[in-house]
């Protein structure tokens, strides 16, 4: 929805029906998303015959995570995302019954960090260019792996890693 209505910032409001069909998603599921994000400030509502949604601020200046949390507050009602009960993605703990036995919380911890990094550093406005093609890309990149797949003709998948990592 809101990549939607990002596509169309300053061009008045979407109607829920309109960006349904636009996402092939169901009207009845976008009104159950629409009170999170209107609370959470990230949507306004505009009455009338031409009325419908609009984002409340810039593309670039909506924040993933706080999209995120939002949503995941209103599905869970407490509020954060976790990746385990020992890694909220809000950094507090939920006690667990293994925690004098675990060693994983170092790797969930590690997941969580990561995860509430890619969360907070991509904005509306990286998730909805004009156009599809030209989406940032992350550091890695497949397609230059493929090409030197292709251009070497080896298909050995131990042998690609090597290549790959020797570039």
Not at 28 to 43: C, M, N, S, W
Not at 46 to 71: E, H
Not at 85 to 114: F, K, M, Q, S, Y
Request: aromatic letters at 2%; one cysteine or more.
């Amino acid at each position: 929805m809101l990549t939607d209505l990002a596509r169309h910032y300053g061009n008045g409001p979407l109607s829920l029906t309109d960006i349904a069909t636009h996402l092939g998603l169901s009207v009845a599921y976008l009104e159950q998303i629409v009170p999170a994000l209107r609370t959470h400030g990230f949507i306004e509502s505009q009455r009338g015959a031409k009325g419908g949604y609009v984002l409340a601020a810039p593309p670039s200046q909506i924040n993933m995570g706080g999209v995120i949390r939002a949503l995941e507050e209103r599905k869970n009602g407490r509020g954060p995302l976790s990746v385990m009960p020992c890694a909220n993605l809000d950094g507090t703990v939920e006690p667990c019954n293994h925690e004098e036995v675990c060693t994983a919380p170092v790797l969930w911890l590690r997941v969580r960090d990561a995860i509430t990094q890619a969360l907070d550093s991509t904005t509306l406005a990286d998730l909805a260019p004009q156009s599809r093609r030209i989406l940032p890309l992350t550091q890695a990149n497949p397609l230059k792996d493929l090409e030197l797949v292709a251009t070497t003709g080896n298909l050995d998948p131990l042998e690609t890693v090597g290549a790959v990592s020797q570039n």
